[in-house]
């Protein structure tokens, strides 16, 4: 009996030095680096810089990257992000601007591309969750944000500020190593065409706007490649911080008629996302900020889609 004791003991030891040495191995080593799989198109990829590119890239930066990575001198030189969950420990964007040693004005087209979609950057190194990918986003979407941060709008010239690098915390390091991993790269995505609205409006809510992210269960289940396969696809739920850390849970907007937005009209829907203002009188809190950039025929397509979502009951 004693021998048996004695033998479980001496286990229970091992694998508390197994559990310490591995411990301290996440704690004390970087992040995972990774290789950098280019194909030859983008590597030797130059997009169109014309205007029209830039104003369309413009557009969609302004609904998807100058929140996070505005800075000082209304310049893209990026700041603290405030709403992340105290576990990332303190999390700042990076300056984006032209800037050489500063900035990303070293990397090539494709590059950016490649790390925007994957999250590998030039050097194998991999931007954990709290800078968002964009795996599915159409080819001509991207370069046009591409033809945007190389052109010459002010906010993206170069600037010399840089932000404290970021320290990833325990948990961080953990996860890198066991769940969170750059996603595959994707080339030859086209956007649907946008007289097919339901597919235009998918396309919208999953690949460019990412509202599936937030409006989903917990960014934790979501995913990226297949949205449709996310928990509790846009039946709302996600725990998300405001500016001052509290807790905001994303609303359903799935068209459930109690729970979610079954009861909204086409009309309410355009009103709430493009103005914040909701059909009972409220006004939607940060982070669900008014897309006041997105066009009716837009909102109508992200509408009709919604519509063929299947409905979840999730009250929040
Ligand atoms: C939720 C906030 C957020 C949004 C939205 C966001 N970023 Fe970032 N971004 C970050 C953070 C945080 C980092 C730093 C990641 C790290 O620690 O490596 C980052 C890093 C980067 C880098 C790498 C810079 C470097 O020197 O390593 C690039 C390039 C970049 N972002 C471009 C973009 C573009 C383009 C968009 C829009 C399509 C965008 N980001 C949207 C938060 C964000
Ligand atoms: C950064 C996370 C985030 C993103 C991205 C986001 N939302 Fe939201 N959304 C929220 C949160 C949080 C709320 C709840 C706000 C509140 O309760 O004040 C909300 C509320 C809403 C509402 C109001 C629902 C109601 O019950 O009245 C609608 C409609 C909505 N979002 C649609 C969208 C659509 C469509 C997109 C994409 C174009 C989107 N959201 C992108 C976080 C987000």
Redesign the pocket.
Known sequence: MKKIIKVILYLVLLLATVLLIAGSFIQFSALPTYKVEMSEHLKNLQVSKDSANVVRGERIAAMLCVKCHMGTDNKLVGKKVLDMPKEFGDIHSYNITQDKEAGIGKWTDGQIIYFVKTGIKPDGSYAPPYMPKFPLMADADIESVVAWLKSDRPNVQAAKEVQPKNKPTFLIKFLCRVAMKPLPFMENITAPDSTNQVASGKY??TAV???F???SENFKTNNEINPEKSVGFFG?G?P?LDLEGNV??????TFDKTS??GK?SEQD?MT??KTGH???G????Y??EP?TL?SDNEVKA?YAY?KTVPVISNQN
């Open positions: 919208l809510a706007l990412g509202c992210q937030c409006h709302g996600n998300l905001l849970k994303s609303q359903n907007i979610g937005i909204y829907f709430t996302l909701r059909p009972d409220t006004t939607t809190r982070p669900m897309y997105l992200i919604l």
